[in-house]
Nanobody, 118 residues
Framework: QVQLVESGGGLVQPGGSLRLSCAAS????????MGWYRQAPGKQRELVAR???????IYADSVKGRFTISRDNAKNMVYLQMNSLKPEDTAVYYC????????????WGQGTQVTVSS
């Protein structure tokens, strides 16, 4: 059974930083495209950042220059370093694992709340 477990969310003031972590129980973790998505109240889930097995990354325009996604294939971990946080970053953040060749192998974590407020 595949599990993605996020941690590291919480309450932070504007301008602050948080680091989210996602532990993945995937036997072939290094193959998966790993991503972070977020969903704010009343809004659709949106892509924040993704990272390929080789380290190539993409970011939403709204987080470029502030957020950094990384992965540790030896530990089956993916991270999201979030700096210069803004109130509009408030959302539930979800970890995603997407197999590049198997359509049904697309997994989600339970989400972790990030609240940016003074």
């Amino acid at each position: 059974q595949v599990q993605l477990v996020e941690s590291g969310g919480g309450l932070v003031q504007p301008g602050g930083s948080l680091r989210l972590s996602c532990a993945a129980s995937l036997t072939t973790f290094n193959i998966y495209l790993m991503g972070w998505y977020r969903q704010a109240p009343g809004k659709q889930r949106e892509l924040v950042a993704r990272i390929r097995s080789g380290g190539e990354t993409i970011y939403a325009d709204s987080v470029k220059g502030r957020f950094t996604i990384s992965r540790d294939n030896a530990k089956n971990m993916v991270y999201l370093q979030m700096n210069s946080l803004k109130p509009e970053d408030t959302a539930v953040y979800y970890c995603n694992a997407d197999h590049p060749f198997v359509a049904y192998a697309d997994y989600w974590g339970q989400g972790t709340q990030v609240t940016v407020s003074s």
